[in-house]
């Protein structure tokens, strides 16, 4: 199975074509992030079927697994990642292809098993484990008693 080519479509309306899937995926990004909303990149493939990737103004990619392929990956430690279904994780630390992540938002911290990283920078997992909300502030600081000693 080969892809022949690639369509963008934006609002129904064909916009462009591309030889090369990371062409299509970027000139997707560029439309998005301009025009405000999402753009379908299709992919013609040799056997006759049609994959269908959707870029999002807001840096999300839908189903890129359906044209792309993803390489295992060990996220570096105090980095941030755009996962591929949508939101940033800073990686709190990594062990081979599992890590710890915090969603920078949020403050949603899981274990992410099976880490893989596209061409385009964004990450995703396989299955997570150990979700919690962590805080995303500072710990109260210790009160004092009146003779001004700790308690």
Same mark, same amino acid.
């Given at each position: @199975? *080969?892809?022949?080519?690639?369509?963008?479509?934006?609002?129904?309306?064909?916009?462009?074509?591309?030889?090369? @899937?990371?062409?299509?995926?970027?000139?997707?990004?560029?439309?998005?992030? *301009?025009?405000?909303?999402?753009?379908?990149?299709?992919?013609?493939?040799?056997?006759?079927?049609?994959?269908?990737?959707?870029?999002?103004?807001d840096g999300r990619i839908e189903k890129i697994w359906e044209l792309?392929?993803?390489?295992?990956?060990?996220?570096?430690?105090? @980095?941030?990642?755009?996962?591929?279904?949508?939101?940033?994780?800073?990686?709190?630390?990594?062990?081979?292809?599992?890590?710890? @992540?915090?969603?920078?938002?949020?403050?949603?911290?899981?274990?992410?098993?099976?880490?893989?990283?596209?061409?385009?920078?964004?990450?995703?997992?396989?299955?997570?484990?150990?979700?919690?909300?962590?805080?995303?502030?500072?710990?109260?600081?210790?009160?004092?008693?009146?003779?001004?000693k700790g308690r």
């Amino acid at each position: @199975m *080969k892809y022949l080519h690639f369509t963008l479509t934006q609002n129904g309306v064909q916009i462009g074509t591309a030889a090369v @899937m990371e062409q299509a995926i970027n000139a997707a990004k560029g439309y998005a992030e *301009k025009y405000g909303a999402p753009v379908s990149v299709i992919g013609h493939r040799d056997d006759g079927k049609e994959k269908e990737v959707i870029y999002h103004p807001d840096g999300r990619i839908e189903k890129i697994w359906e044209l792309a392929q993803s390489s295992p990956f060990c996220p570096e430690e105090g @980095m941030t990642y755009r996962n591929a279904g949508g939101g940033e994780y800073r990686c709190e630390w990594a062990s081979g292809t599992e890590a710890r @992540m915090v969603n920078t938002k949020s403050g949603w911290s899981l274990r992410a098993h099976g880490c893989r990283i596209y061409f385009d920078g964004s990450i995703e997992w396989d299955y997570s484990t150990d979700g919690c909300f962590t805080h995303l502030v500072s710990p109260p600081r210790s009160r004092k008693n009146q003779t001004g000693k700790g308690r």
